[in-house]
Every structure is written in C-alpha cells, then in structure tokens.
C-alpha cells in the first residue's frame, strides 16, 4: 500500500508564490507517475499536474501553465509544485495523487489519493 501526504499550504495573497510538498511512504512509487489534482467549492476536481517516473516527462493543466512547475525528489520519495504569480482562482483544495504506470490526466486513473491540503488565494 502507498500513502501520500501532502503538506504545504496556506492562505497567500495573490501574485506571490507557494510550494507544496507530497511524501510517499509504503511501496515505492519511483517509477510510476506522481501529480497534483485540485478541487475549488461548488466544482469538479481537476487536473494541475503530473510528473512521470523518469522526472523528465512533465504536464500541466492549462490554467497553470506557465505558472506551476512540478518536480520530484527520489531519495525523499516527494513530489512537489511550485505555484507562482498566485491567483484567487487557484483556491482550492489540492490533492497529491500516484500510480504505477505513466502519466495521466484523468482523476478515475490514480490508484493513490492524499488527503488534501487547502490553499487559499486573497485579492
């Protein structure tokens, strides 16, 4: 079994920057894809991010693009995003999900799910 812990968030004022963190612990997931989904109140949960077991193979969601970059730490088993020029419309609940294969885009293809942390965006 994997578990993924994420850490990391807070509440920040639009246009500065935030890093989250994900730990993996239990059953490696170091050659399988790692990402980010986010869900805001009232809406769908959707794809930020995703990195592939190789670190090189990145993608992003394109509300993010240009903004996050994901990367991964492979002695620390971590993942993380790092989210500049914030904006209100990043608040949202953000996940760190897993799995065993390469990457992907769709929430129903992750094995593996974090609890969430918020991150909360001000005007």
């Known amino acids: 079994q994997v578990q993924l812990v994420e850490s990391g968030g807070g509440l920040v004022q639009a246009g500065t920057s935030l890093r989250l963190s994900c730990a993996a612990s239990?059953?490696?997931?170091?050659?399988?894809?790692m990402g980010w989904f986010r869900q805001a109140p009232g809406k769908e949960r959707e794809f930020v991010s995703a990195i592939g077991g190789s670190g090189v193979s990145t993608y992003y969601g394109d509300s993010v693009k240009g903004r996050f970059t994901i990367s991964r730490d492979y002695a620390k088993n971590t993942v993380y995003l790092q989210m500049n020029s914030l904006k209100p419309e990043d608040t949202a609940v953000y996940y760190c999900v897993g799995r065993r294969l390469p990457v992907a885009t769709r929430r129903n293809e992750y094995d593996y799910w974090g609890q969430g942390t918020q991150v909360t965006v001000s005007s």
């Open positions: 239990g059953r490696t997931l170091s050659s399988g894809a």
